[in-house]
Structure formats: C-alpha cells, structure tokens
C-alpha cells in the first residue's frame, strides 16, 4: 500500500532552513506528482510547493524564492528545502500523493520557526 514518510522538522530560530524528506513506497514513484502541504494551527491545510514528474515546481506565492521542492526517483524520495524562514511558517508539513483519484498523506513533521 502507499506509504508517506515525512522526516526533518524541527525548532528552527527565524532566517534559519530546514530540509524536508518524503520517503515515498507502494506505488511507481517516478511516474507521479508530489507535493508538500502544510497546516498551522487553526488554519486550513494549503498546498505549499508541487512537482510533477519532469521535474516542473509551482510554490504558493508565500514562499517563492525561499523554498525549493524536489525530488530523487532513484531514492523514492521528495524533498523541501526551506531556507530564511519564517514565524508564518510555522506549521506541520505533510507530503501528499494524489492518485487515482484518492489523496494520500504521511504523518506529517512539524515545523516550528521561533522569533
């Protein structure tokens, strides 16, 4: 079955980065999209950066030009690197799978930006 097996949260001081991990199993990885979402507390959970599999990146416009998707088929995995971060991105990042017409989701990491 599909597993999504997010990794690499933390406590991190403001303007610092973080890289995220996606170990992704149970399916073909290389011949489908990715992305990674994120929910803060209170708020709805939103799209933060997507990838398709010829490698082709969209970002929410909050994070343009500080965080980077990306993806390693050999390795199965995805990535988000997140760089001058900040308190508004303080949240639980999860990636996510849509397939078949069914969302998948790993268990999330938390992600939390001190001031």
């Known amino acids: 079955q599909v597993q999504l097996v997010e990794s690499g949260g933390g406590l991190v001081q403001a303007g610092g980065s973080l890289r995220l991990s996606c170990a992704a199993s149970g399916f073909i990885f290389s011949v489908n999209a990715m992305g990674w979402y994120r929910q803060a507390p209170g708020k709805q959970r939103e799209l933060v950066a997507h990838?398709?599999?010829?490698?082709?990146?969209n970002y929410v416009d909050a994070v343009k030009g500080r965080f980077t998707i990306s993806r390693d088929n050999a390795k199965n995995t995805v990535y988000l690197q997140m760089n001058s971060l900040k308190p508004e991105d303080t949240a639980v990042y999860y990636c996510?799978?849509?397939?078949?017409?069914?969302?998948?989701w790993g268990k999330g990491t938390l992600v939390t930006v001190s001031s």
């Open positions: 990838i398709t599999l010829g490698h082709s990146t």
């Open positions: 996510n799978l849509f397939r078949r017409g069914m969302n998948y």
